[in-house]
């Protein structure tokens, strides 16, 4: 498995942004696509953002689309989620993972502890 730490979470008001970090190894970011997940209280784990190891193509959920976007600097090892106009039903615990292009938690080989985003005033 691979390793992945998520970085970033925190309290902010509704409207309000915040930038996620996922640091993982240069193999993993080279190999890998890397994708974001959230789970919230009572709801299953969801895939909002992943990017492609190859090309950095970029895919998103109806749920963020317009609002998040991920991106990666491979200087840093990190890939990023920047998320703007943010609401009260994007609380949850925000997850990074490794494994396909894709948003569904199948897919993915290795996971992160975990990032507690809370949008509340």
């Known amino acids: 498995q691979e390793h992945l730490v998520e970085s970033g979470g925190g309290l902010v008001q509704p409207g309000g942004s915040l930038k996620l970090s996922c640091v993982a190894s240069?193999?993993?970011?080279?190999?890998?696509?890397i994708a974001w997940f959230r789970q919230a209280p009572g709801k299953e784990r969801e895939g909002v953002a992943c990017i492609s190891s190859a090309d950095s193509a970029t895919y998103y959920s109806e749920s963020v689309k317009g609002r998040f976007t991920i991106s990666r600097d491979k200087s840093k090892n990190t890939v990023y989620l920047q998320m703007n106009h943010l609401k009260p039903e994007d609380t949850a615990v925000y997850y990074c993972?490794?494994?396909?292009?894709?948003?569904?938690?199948?897919?993915?080989?290795?996971w992160g502890k975990g990032t507690l985003v809370t949008i509340s005033s």
């Open positions: 240069e193999l993993t970011l080279n190999y890998y696509a």
């Open positions: 993972a490794a494994g396909r292009f894709s948003l569904l938690e199948r897919s993915m080989s290795s």
